[in-house]
């Protein structure tokens, strides 16, 4: 019981941090368009142009920008029917696709 609380109280305190540490991450103008032009070469055909339709693949407009880790993790290895990227993009390039995906397309 008393370790239970005191595990849900650590992971509250975790999201707390990441939510914060999402909150102040800033994106380089630069970033985002190397970010999204990987995106519209590679990850358009299935999550849809400028992310808009993705017809039966993830809309990453709505990806949370909490789960960075996730989003790395994903791309890098895949997920289902998603094919993994990390063959083709090294870590700073898939640093550049989470920048588009958190501010590429924000108006
Ligand atoms: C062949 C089609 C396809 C391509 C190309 C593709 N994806 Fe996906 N992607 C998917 C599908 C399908 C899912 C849903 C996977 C699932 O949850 O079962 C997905 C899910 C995701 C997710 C969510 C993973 C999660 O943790 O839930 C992210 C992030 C993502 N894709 C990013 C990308 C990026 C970035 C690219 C380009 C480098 C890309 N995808 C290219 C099909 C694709």
């Known amino acids: 019981m008393k370790k239970s609380l005191s595990v849900l109280i650590l992971s509250a305190a975790c999201a707390f941090v990441a939510a914060q540490a999402a ?5 380089e103008p630069a970033q985002i368009k190397r970010g999204s032009a990987i995106y519209s070469q590679n990850c358009s055909p299935c999550h849809g ?16 920008a909490d789960q960075k880790s996730r989003f790395l993790n994903s791309v890098t290895k895949g997920k289902n029917q998603m094919p993994p990227w990390g063959d083709l993009f090294n870590p700073e390039e898939i640093e550049t696709l989470w920048a588009y995906v958190m501010a ?4």
Do not use: I, S, V
């Open 49 to 64: 142009p400028q992310m808009a339709d993705p017809a039966g693949a993830f809309d990453l407009r709505t990806f949370p």
């Open 104 to 107: 590429g397309e924000k108006k």
């Open 23 to 27: 909150a102040q991450e800033k994106f």
